[in-house]
């Protein structure tokens, strides 16, 4: 296994220019010269090191927006994306990469800007920023039922998804290989209950990574009774992705995300042992998928992993 690539006299991976600079203060021409070859060491790592680890790296994204770091930003989400589109780097790579994105306050808006005003054609800085959104409207709106929801927080999500869209599909319209875009573009979709945008960022998301596995299991989630689906409407879409030669091991975690959801349904209504019944089977399912997979997607039934008896099983490990 490869080690993270580090700088070399540094115990960092990467050190962030000096506040004095960026106030404006005498600039040190070797400092600044340093600065530079380390945001390019920074980027070998990542074009030479595995991409799990060298995606890994790069965690501070926000902290080197707000340093004024903008150029080093960009450089290294539009290298992932190269990766992404060459197939060396993961749909789930990309996906987590972008998570530092995912806040509840609203403070990274103005440094976001500023990546959006240094590079205008760039499809990576209008993702992010449109990631940004989606997430501060997901969190204002929470998580309980819609009726439970004030008035204020839904006007706000609304305000915000407003925002997210037109920034997600602006990066589309930059690069039309933008997978996650397509991916969130699907989720403001669920949320928003638009069946016929759901269904297209779907096809463009088959389009664009035919072997995925995300962007079907988020749409698999739309189709929940909750969301305003069915199972039988769920069952349908399990036997279309088996059509368009989806894997049995992804068809399983399929199942397995329905069989979650049924059984969290069961235990609403106190039928627990309907519900265990559920979850038990989701769990095994779900043995392909790993603990990733139980912690995106089996919220409910991997409590039973917890329990005395369960968390040796297959399908806790």
Not at 222 to 235: F, I, N
């Given at each position: 296994?490869?080690?993270?690539?580090?700088?070399?006299?540094?115990?960092?991976?990467?050190?962030?220019?000096?506040?004095?600079?960026?106030?404006?203060?005498?600039?040190?021409?070797?400092?600044?010269?340093?600065?530079?070859?380390?945001?390019?060491?920074?980027?070998?790592?990542?074009?030479?090191?595995?991409?799990?680890?060298?995606?890994?790296?790069?965690?501070?994204?926000?902290?080197?927006?707000?340093?004024?770091?903008?150029?080093?930003?960009?450089?290294?989400?539009?290298?992932?994306?190269?990766?992404?589109?060459?197939?060396?780097?993961?749909?789930?790579?990309?996906?987590?990469?972008?998570?530092?994105?995912?806040?509840?306050?609203?403070?990274?808006?103005?440094?976001?800007?500023?990546?959006?005003?240094?590079?205008?054609?760039?499809?990576?800085?209008?993702?992010?920023?449109?990631?940004?959104?989606?997430?501060?409207?997901?969190?204002?709106?929470?998580?309980?039922?819609?009726s439970k929801v004030s008035g204020e927080s839904l006007v706000y999500?609304?305000?915000?998804?407003?925002?997210?869209?037109?920034?997600?599909?602006?990066?589309?319209?930059?690069?039309?290989?933008?997978?996650?875009?397509?991916?969130?573009?699907?989720?403001?979709?669920?949320?928003?209950?638009?069946?016929?945008?759901?269904?297209?960022?779907?096809?463009?998301?088959?389009?664009?990574?035919?072997?995925?596995?995300?962007?079907?299991?988020?749409?698999?989630?739309?189709?929940?009774?909750?969301?305003?689906?069915?199972?039988?409407?769920?069952?349908?879409?399990?036997?279309e992705c088996r059509t368009q030669g989806v894997s049995n091991e992804?068809?399983?975690?399929?199942?397995?995300?329905?069989?979650?959801?049924?059984?969290?349904?069961?235990?609403?209504?106190?039928?627990?042992?309907?519900?265990?019944?559920?979850?038990?089977?989701?769990?095994?399912?779900?043995?392909?998928?790993?603990?990733?997979?139980?912690?995106?997607?089996?919220?409910?039934?991997?409590?039973?992993?917890?329990?005395?008896?369960?968390?040796?099983?297959?399908?806790?490990?």
């Amino acid at each position: 296994m490869r080690r993270p690539c580090r700088i070399a006299g540094s115990s960092q991976r990467y050190q962030p220019v000096t506040a004095g600079v960026l106030a404006g203060e005498p600039v040190n021409h070797m400092d600044q010269w340093g600065n530079r070859m380390k945001a390019l060491i920074l980027l070998v790592c990542l074009a030479a090191g595995s991409s799990s680890s060298a995606f890994a790296q790069f965690t501070r994204a926000v902290e080197q927006l707000s340093a004024g770091n903008v150029e080093m930003v960009e450089r290294y989400f539009s290298t992932l994306q190269e990766k992404f589109e060459s197939g060396k780097a993961s749909e789930y790579e990309l996906l987590d990469a972008y998570k530092v994105f995912y806040q509840a306050e609203d403070r990274s808006g103005p440094h976001l800007n500023n990546w959006i005003k240094a590079y205008p054609k760039s499809a990576s800085a209008y993702l992010a920023r449109g990631v940004y959104y989606r997430k501060l409207g997901e969190h204002r709106r929470g998580t309980d039922y819609v009726s439970k929801v004030s008035g204020e927080s839904l006007v706000y999500m609304d305000q915000m998804f407003g925002l997210s869209k037109t920034d997600l599909e602006t990066s589309l319209r930059l690069n039309p290989r933008f997978y996650l875009a397509a991916l969130h573009l699907l989720n403001i979709a669920q949320y928003e209950g638009d069946e016929f945008a759901a269904r297209k960022y779907l096809d463009l998301g088959n389009s664009l990574l035919p072997a995925n596995f995300i962007v079907r299991a988020r749409y698999l989630i739309h189709l929940t009774p909750r969301w305003g689906g069915s199972y039988d409407a769920m069952d349908r879409f399990i036997n279309e992705c088996r059509t368009q030669g989806v894997s049995n091991e992804r068809i399983d975690l399929l199942k397995a995300i329905k069989l979650n959801d049924l059984g969290f349904v069961a235990e609403e209504k106190k039928q627990y042992i309907k519900a265990r019944s559920a979850y038990e089977d989701a769990l095994n399912f779900s043995i392909s998928g790993g603990p990733r997979f139980r912690r995106d997607y089996l919220s409910y039934a991997a409590r039973m992993c917890n329990e005395p008896g369960y968390s040796s099983k297959q399908y806790c490990q």
